[in-house]
């Protein structure tokens, strides 16, 4: 009978300083020592550090409008313009996003565009603020846009 007390006291006592009870919000729990969190982190894979299509935050993909009134639009020059990471379509005009990469206030990106039947090279800068899309044309004298999303690609149907 003792022995099997004292067994009872023994496992009472290690669940005691188990992970009972959560932490309140005033006292944050301790750091967990494992060898994982102690290890300094490895290098990346070679060409981690690039931006390619298809890759990266997507903070300018959607639909965007000079005009909100424009979004539900999906024909003629009144429409939206749609982008995604490896794509940017406009009116009367189609352009592959062939390299793109982050600098201070967004991204850059290369464009080969097509336009009535010509193929012109173009770069873009890409800032997104909230709701806002600025769009600057560096070959273009530094032209500034600036655009409205209107949503996300996802949610809205391509006419």
């Known amino acids: 009978m003792i022995r099997t007390s004292v067994s ?8 005691a300083c188990g992970p009972g009870e959560p932490n309140p919000p005033t006292e ?25 299509p298809g890759a990266g935050p ?10 909100v009134s424009w979004c539900p639009n999906t024909t003629g020059p009144e429409r939206p313009i749609e982008i995604t990471t490896t794509r940017f379509e ?13 600098v201070s206030d967004g991204y850059e990106a290369a464009l080969t565009c097509t336009a009535e039947g010509a193929v ?13 899309l600025r769009l600057t044309w560096l070959n273009r004298d530094n032209a500034l846009v600036t655009l409205t999303k209107c949503t996300t690609l996802e949610d809205t149907s391509a006419g």
Do not use: H, K
């Not at 997507?58 to 005009?67: E, I, L, M, N, T």
């Open 8 to 15: 009872l006291l023994a496992v009472f006592a290690l669940a």
């Open 120 to 132: 012109a090279n173009e770069r873009v800068r890409m800032a997104v603020s909230g709701q806002t």
């Open 28 to 52: 944050p729990a301790e750091p967990i020592d494992t060898p994982e969190a102690a290890a300094p982190p490895g290098a990346p894979p070679p060409g981690a550090g690039s931006i390619l």
């Open 90 to 102: 406009g009116y009367e005009n189609s352009c592959a996003i062939t390299n793109i990469a982050q």
């Open 58 to 67: 997507r903070s300018f993909v959607g639909r965007w409008a000079a005009d």
